[in-house]
């Protein structure tokens, strides 16, 4: 699966696959030079799940274009094996300066990647097979 967000309603969409995506703190990189963030997760594929299939997860990477910043709120880089709980990704829009604003990434536990951008341009894609997994994230028991 690949998808490309390039507006709001699209990223609404990229967010929703996200939700409950899991990575290390190793796995954030920004390339300020191609002026890119890229993050690796495991993806837990609700998508299969709303049809009745097995829990699963797939490697997946998230690319944001256009990044000329990066801030991190409740994350350390400390410890690089730390494991970070995607919950949503949202935009908020630079009203002085369209299409630019702020693509955050908000994480469990109230940590959030703070990106300026100077649009929406972000790219999901699975890049490995899927695996099943026992663990299916339950927000009921969560709370």
């Known amino acids: 699966?690949?998808?490309?967000a390039t507006s709001a309603d699209d990223l609404q969409v990229v967010s929703a696959l996200t939700q409950d995506g899991v990575a290390r703190?190793?796995?954030?990189?920004?390339?300020?030079?191609?002026?890119?963030f890229t993050l690796g997760f495991n993806r837990f594929r609700w998508e299969l799940v709303?049809?009745?299939?097995?829990?699963?997860?797939?490697r997946t990477g998230l690319m944001v274009e256009g990044v000329?910043?990066?801030r991190t709120q409740s994350l350390s880089?400390?410890?690089?094996d730390a494991v970070i709980d995607i919950?949503?990704?949202?935009f908020t829009p630079d009203d002085a300066n369209p299409p630019a604003g702020i693509l955050r990434i908000l994480l469990a536990g109230g940590g959030q990647i703070e990106l300026d951008v100077e649009c929406i341009d972000v790219t999901l894609a699975d890049v490995?097979?899927?695996w099943r997994t026992r663990h299916q994230p339950?927000?009921?028991?969560?709370?």
Do not use: F, W, Y
Request: proline share 4%; net charge positive.
């Open 68 to 70: 000329s910043a990066v």
């Open 138 to 143: 339950d927000h009921e028991s969560d709370a």
């Open 77 to 80: 880089r400390a410890n690089p």
């Open 25 to 36: 703190i190793r796995d954030l990189h920004r390339d300020a030079t191609s002026r890119r």
């Open 128 to 130: 490995s097979k899927t």
């Open 87 to 90: 919950l949503s990704l949202e």
């Open 1 to 4: 699966m690949q998808l490309m």
């Open 50 to 58: 709303s049809q009745g299939k097995q829990p699963s997860r797939v």
